[in-house]
């Protein structure tokens, strides 16, 4: 099945994969892309009726979508070493990496790398460093070999919400002294979980972004929609754009040299009255959003046929993909999307237009100045030989006034 999207912003190609083998589907799990394959990790669900009398349940289950010759199949890549869900993922040559998590006792530190063997077909599973702290509901991207954990929570409760931005250098896997998590210095913004953390280039330089969130704040929950963008080369935070409005547990990911769209997230409008909607609820917003991190400014893109938050969006074959998650409170889906961003001939905007204009202009005006400056110094360094082409500085200046 098909979906277009159009809208300012750009036209989005919405099509489906084959479901989840969980016909109830699940919500939080570990989603990543490895030697071809797409791995469904863990997550949680409430799998018995009704579904607001029923206790949540954690699952273990691992399942990799396989391409076929005549499309796609679904394969057991066995069980986690125990039942989690909410754990942070990030795909890397080496294999998924998954961090923390929580189930119904306890949050983790672990993290588990998860490998594709294309040969045996099976999913292999090694340790890696341990997190600083047990985290659930935080949120990973990763730039060159370095890995970037940021938010979530160390305890069962909202109130246990961290600012806490970690790092893990894969490239120093051989040394187990430097192998390690390192504590970077986080945000200027307050704590949270259930964040999105992506990585994007700005124009001049990769950096790590953090979009909303939400935190307990005295009795009420802060649903946030700040927006800090981190350097690696300068170890500093900006600042940057809000989003237009809460997407927390959202599906947030880099796309082309300076998009991040934000396919899907909880905006916090209903959080209060979803105990008394139940099977009312109409779920979650069904809008999109990109960001453009050159100008730093946010557009819509458009309605979506569905919103499934808490799973994390991946890159497979020049498309996003999405799988399972949470449409509804408590209520999971087995849908697996496929989106193409296909238009951006719009999105850029007359006021982006003109900023590029100018920035355009004053590198020619700059170049031609310095072109000048050159010319100048050559004309003088060789009037002795030829006398004729010496040229004075205020005849220069009333030249390049003209153009300057």
């Known amino acids: ?220 929950v802060d649903f946030l929609r700040d927006t800090y963008q981190y350097s690696p080369s300068t170890q500093e935070w900006r600042v940057r754009a809000d989003a237009p409005q809460c997407v927390m547990a959202g599906t947030g990911i880099g796309w082309g040299q300076s998009h991040i769209f934000i396919l899907g997230g909880a905006d916090g409008s209903l959080w209060d009255d979803a105990p008394m909607l139940k099977d009312d609820h109409p779920g979650f917003p069904k809008e999109a959003f990109v960001y453009h991190t050159i100008t730093d400014t946010w557009s819509s893109a458009g309605e979506t046929p569905a919103n499934h938050v808490t799973t994390v969006p991946v890159l497979w074959d020049s498309k996003i993909v999405i799988a399972s998650g949470e449409i509804r409170p408590r209520v999971r889906s087995p849908k697996i999307w496929s989106i193409v961003p296909e238009e951006f001939s719009r999105s850029f905007g007359a006021v982006n237009y003109l900023v590029l204009f100018i920035y355009l202009a004053a590198m020619v005006g700059v170049g031609f100045y310095f072109a000048l400056a050159v010319f100048r110094y050559a004309a003088n360094q060789f009037s002795p030989l030829f006398p004729g082409i010496r040229v004075k500085n205020r005849e220069l200046n009333q030249f390049s006034c003209g153009f300057l």
């Not at 919405?14 to 699940?26: I, Q, R, Y």
């Open 1 to 220: 099945m098909l979906f277009v999207t159009r809208s300012f912003a750009a036209t989005l190609n919405w099509s489906e994969l084959p479901d989840l083998p969980n016909p109830v589907g699940v919500a939080g799990p570990a989603v990543g892309v490895h030697n071809d394959v797409l791995i469904v990790a863990g997550g949680a669900n409430f799998p018995n009726e009704p579904l607001w009398e029923t206790d949540k349940v954690w699952h273990d289950k691992i399942h990799v979508l396989t391409k076929t010759s005549d499309g796609y199949a679904w394969m057991d890549g066995g069980t986690l070493p125990s039942s989690r869900a909410y754990a942070a993922a990030v795909s890397t040559p080496q294999g998924v990496i998954l961090m923390g998590g929580n189930d119904s006792e306890k949050v983790f530190d672990e993290v588990i790398l998860l490998s594709w063997d294309p040969v045996s077909k099976k999913l292999d599973q090694s340790s890696l460093p341990s997190l600083p702290q047990p985290c659930a509901f935080g949120s990973a991207s990763m730039i060159d070999d370095v890995v970037y954990l940021a938010g979530g929570l160390n305890g069962a409760e909202l109130s246990s919400a961290m600012k806490n931005f970690w790092s893990l250098d894969l490239s120093a896997s051989d040394d187990p002294e430097a192998f390690k998590w390192r504590e970077l210095p986080a945000w200027p913004g307050p704590e949270r979980a259930l964040n999105i953390t992506v990585a994007q280039h700005d124009g001049f330089d990769d950096g790590i972004y953090v979009v909303s969130g939400r935190r307990q704040d005295g009795d009420s």
